[in-house]
């Protein structure tokens, strides 16, 4: 028995992250905006969902297989880009992204991250995803496209749902700011969590990895903070979709979608993949879960495009829940960024794991063998469907 299999949940993890990591960037990760009303729904809602139960059937051979966008992925779960995800561990992005690539599935490189999309790109060696956030620099934006067409990211994800940031009032009280200020309480918290500070001292990815370097005239880092905080473009609207697509060249991802006139919208935009997402409840605090409004959204699409779905999925048993409602996959972010907090790559690779585990048994369970065949047959009720037509 390993150290790690000791952890049995997500919740494990997230227990001992918070003895791991600095508080300012563990409650950067564990933080929803504003009441965190939505951020507990997520969770909450997956809750209110019943599986059937069938017996009598042979489950000798279970499949969790199945493809997105083409590609073949052991199982319908995916990680999600998360901005900083270097701070929940040193090199962050390069652990989730090998853990990712060992477990077969696919992970998803934000703009934000810490570690640059050319240095994923050289310590992995399939396609990883790459999250886009629109930038009012349009040269900034152009090159940005190239960069993750270059380093043959497998689609581009477009985030619409943050394009202002809703406040989590942990990271105000923290005084979690861009550039970090060394003040003496972040610097004890520092002495307090060694093996965070010297691993963090020890690599040399420590700013935010897509930024530093490319964009002209930031040559320190109080003058790139400066750049990037004056770059939300809240112009964005469809039809930018079609340049970004044209220019990436490849598959498009729409995330943060929650409506089903917005998951039309999306495909007739050239959408091959949507994202029901409300940001983890990082955005518009008050929006519905996600798993409550899936099924409408599914009825709005019908078939027109693959649908994913993240926030709240914590457990193997709330992925079928949401494959079981229409989604094709699902995508994590605080699940494995905890994992990263515990024990970097190793820490993702058992979070991983249990997910698959509880899926396999929950999957048999079911009496089922094929993930790739469950649908409203396998909910037993779900009391979460907005009673209002749409
Ligand atoms: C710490 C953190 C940072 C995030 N940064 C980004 C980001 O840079 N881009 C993005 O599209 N989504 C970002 N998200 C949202 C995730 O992609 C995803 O929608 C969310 O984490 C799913 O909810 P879950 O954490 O409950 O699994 C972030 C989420 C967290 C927790």
């Not at 040193?90 to 077969?104: C, F, N, P, T």
Request: a positive charge; charged letters at 25%; glycine letters at 10%.
């Amino acid at each position: 028995m390993t150290r790690l299999d000791r952890f049995l949940t997500v919740d494990d993890f997230m227990k001992v992250a918070e003895r791991r990591v600095p508080r300012m960037f563990f409650q950067y990760a564990d933080s929803g905006a504003y009441t965190e009303g939505t951020y507990r729904d997520n969770s909450a809602d997956f809750g209110k969902i019943r599986l059937e139960q069938r017996v009598g059937r042979d489950i000798a051979g279970r499949s969790l297989t199945t493809t997105m966008l083409g590609r073949t992925v052991s199982m319908p779960l995916a990680l999600a880009p998360t901005g900083a995800a270097g701070m929940q561990a040193a090199d962050g992005e390069i652990k989730a992204a090998r853990a990712a690539e060992k477990a077969g599935i696919i992970f998803t490189l934000s703009t934000v991250s810490i570690c640059s999309i050319e240095d994923v790109a050289a310590a992995t060696s399939v396609p990883f995803w790459f999250q886009f956030y629109v930038r009012k620099d349009r040269d900034f934006n152009e090159r940005l496209i190239d960069r993750a067409r270059a380093a043959k990211c497998g689609a581009i994800v477009v985030t619409l749902d943050c394009q202002l940031g809703g406040q989590r009032h942990k990271d105000v009280r923290n005084g979690l700011t861009v550039p970090l200020k060394m003040t003496p309480k972040f610097v004890a918290e520092m002495a307090m969590k060694p093996r965070w500070s010297l691993a963090m001292l020890r690599t040399r990815h420590r700013t935010f990895g897509n930024f530093a370097g490319h964009v002209p005239g930031a040559t320190t880092v109080a003058a790139l903070a400066e750049w990037m905080s004056q770059q939300d473009d809240l112009t964005l609207t469809w039809t930018d979709l079609l340049w970004i697509k044209k220019r990436f060249g490849g598959p498009l991802v729409v995330k943060g979608i929650l409506h089903p006139d917005d998951a039309r919208e999306a495909v007739a935009h050239g959408a091959d993949a949507i994202i029901v997402s409300n940001h983890g409840g990082r955005q518009l605090d008050g929006a519905p879960s996600t798993i409550r409004v899936l099924p409408r959204i599914v009825d709005a699409v019908g078939g027109k495009c693959e649908i994913y779905l993240d926030s709240g999925v914590r457990s193997g048993h709330d992925m079928l829940k949401a494959v079981a409602l229409g989604a094709r996959a699902v995508f994590i972010g605080r699940p494995f960024l905890y994992g990263l907090g515990v024990a970097g790559e190793a820490g993702v690779d058992r979070v991983i794991d249990i997910i698959r585990a509880e899926a396999d048994t929950t999957l048999g369970l079911m009496g089922e063998t094929d993930v790739t065949t469950l649908g409203a047959h396998n909910i037993e009720s779900n009391d979460l469907i907005a009673p209002h037509g749409h």
